[in-house]
């Protein structure tokens, strides 16, 4: 049973435009949320993350949004660039639980110039 | 700077050989974790350890083993390796009670079994 479904497995946009990506959740135990960056040939790094205490977290142009009562996370990316074509995962954990990070599937962005 | 280097980028490999996959941390990590990664499967949890000696399973354990002898280091051993392990496997680690931001990933193993 997946815990984390992102549904979409690819997004394609303009460069300039707004990305976003989606992620949806079911287990309610979850209290922090990440996304994850992934190039092709190397291994993922980490990019922003939200606590379930709050809705909105910045950091330059990455934004994540969370409705806990949707169990629905979001990650907005203004302006896209070229650059930011990869692989982005959405995650989720318990903290102080086991230390796992749940992933979902993962969607490709690619940005056209 | 944190560093978690894997010993290879890419192997091939034949059907029912011995594999390792070599993970190394020179961060102090008390939590190692061992992944691999197929397109629309997303990142999918063999193992991981909390500590030296330690192992527990992740989702994906089957065909799988590893060892954890000293703190830095955490292997991935495919004991007779099959053609559905292919795949680009992944280590990571972190410290204890981290959230998941400090988590650090190796660059991967593309892991090809013939």
């Known amino acids: 049973d997946q815990q984390v479904k992102q549904n979409s497995p690819s997004l394609s946009v303009q460069e300039g435009r707004i990305s976003i990506l989606n992620c949806d959740y079911t287990n309610s135990m979850f209290d922090y949320f990440l996304w994850y960056k992934k190039y092709p040939a190397e291994g993922p790094t980490f990019l922003i993350s939200?606590?379930?205490?709050?809705d909105k977290n910045e950091d330059g142009r990455f934004t994540v949004f969370l409705n806990k009562s949707a169990k629905h996370l979001s990650l907005h990316i203004v302006p896209s660039q070229p650059g930011d074509s990869a692989v982005y995962f959405c995650a989720a954990i318990t903290q102080g639980g086991s230390e796992k990070l749940v992933f979902g599937k993962g969607t490709k962005l690619t940005v056209n110039p | 700077d944190v560093k978690v280097t894997q010993s290879s980028r890419y192997l091939v490999k034949r059907t029912g050989e011995k594999v390792f996959l070599e993970c190394v941390q020179d961060?102090?990590?008390?939590?190692m974790f061992w992944y691999r990664q197929d397109p629309g499967l997303g990142l999918r949890l063999i193992y991981f350890?909390?500590?030296?000696?330690?192992?527990e399973k992740g989702d994906i354990p089957e065909g799988y083993s590893v060892s954890r002898e000293k703190k830095e280091r955490f292997s991935l051993i495919l004991e007779s390796a099959s053609t559905n392990q292919t795949s680009m496997y992944l280590c990571?680690?972190?410290?204890?009670?981290?959230?998941?931001?400090?988590?650090?990933f190796g660059p991967g193993t593309r892991l090809t079994v013939l």
């Open positions: 990571a680690s972190t410290p204890p009670s981290g959230r998941g931001d400090t988590q650090y």
């Open positions: 939200i606590s379930s205490i709050k």
């Open positions: 350890s909390y500590d030296v000696k330690m192992k």
């Open positions: 961060m102090d990590h008390e939590n």
